[in-house]
């Protein structure tokens, strides 16, 4: 045990002492050389890694400029046009999803499993709700291209079963 400078009063105080006794001020305990080489040590570390990110960040940022500049100005009119049919996409299936939660017995209730766009542009919806009972049960539905609604099993069962589409569960997300 050492004895070392009280930071309030100037007293001399053993390390091990929690307080000073002349004053009652807690002892500052003094880092190691190893703690202080491992701080260093960890600094280095975090400061490289931090560095290397926003190397391979910009690397991507550059190869995807790239990409874009060797891009025809058709491709980009052809992509840009492609977004702007996801996103409609994207809201017609939201706003359907909305339609059928508002129908809903009990609207907080909901719970939209699956939406799935068929190739013919009708909707397949999965979903969960309580009926009257209060009880949740499942439900399906399809909204097909003229924008018509059903829940009859034929009707799924003609667009929807057994077809493959373009998945737009993530559409619950929007609700």
Same mark, same amino acid.
């Given at each position: 045990m050492a004895l070392v400078k009280c930071h309030?009063? +100037? *007293?001399?105080? %053993? /390390? $091990?002492? =929690? $307080?000073?006794?002349?004053?009652?001020? =807690?002892? #500052?305990k003094r880092h190691s050389k190893a703690q202080w080489l491992f701080i260093g040590l960890a600094t280095v570390g975090i400061v490289s890694c931090i560095a290397n990110t926003q190397d391979a $960040?910009? =690397?991507?940022? /550059? #190869?995807?400029?790239?990409?874009?500049?060797?891009? %025809?100005?058709?491709? =980009?009119?052809a992509e840009a046009a492609e977004k702007v049919k996801k996103e409609a996409e994207f809201q017609r299936i939201v706003a359907g999803a909305k339609v059928i939660k508002q129908g809903a017995k009990n609207p907080n209730s909901f719970s939209l499993n699956s939406a799935?766009?068929?190739?013919? +542009? %009708?909707?397949?919806?999965e979903y969960r709700a309580t009926n009257s009972f209060n009880a949740v049960v499942p439900g399906k539905l399809v909204i097909t291209q003229n924008n018509k609604a059903t829940q009859e099993g034929r009707d799924? *069962?003609?667009f929807c079963g057994g077809k493959t589409g373009t998945d737009y569960s993530h559409a619950r997300q929007a609700l």
């Amino acid at each position: 045990m050492a004895l070392v400078k009280c930071h309030e009063c +100037g *007293n001399q105080v %053993s /390390t $091990a002492a =929690k $307080a000073c006794p002349q004053c009652g001020a =807690k002892i #500052k305990k003094r880092h190691s050389k190893a703690q202080w080489l491992f701080i260093g040590l960890a600094t280095v570390g975090i400061v490289s890694c931090i560095a290397n990110t926003q190397d391979a $960040a910009d =690397k991507r940022a /550059t #190869k995807l400029a790239a990409v874009e500049a060797e891009k %025809s100005p058709e491709q =980009k009119i052809a992509e840009a046009a492609e977004k702007v049919k996801k996103e409609a996409e994207f809201q017609r299936i939201v706003a359907g999803a909305k339609v059928i939660k508002q129908g809903a017995k009990n609207p907080n209730s909901f719970s939209l499993n699956s939406a799935v766009l068929m190739a013919d +542009g %009708s909707i397949c919806y999965e979903y969960r709700a309580t009926n009257s009972f209060n009880a949740v049960v499942p439900g399906k539905l399809v909204i097909t291209q003229n924008n018509k609604a059903t829940q009859e099993g034929r009707d799924w *069962n003609k667009f929807c079963g057994g077809k493959t589409g373009t998945d737009y569960s993530h559409a619950r997300q929007a609700l």
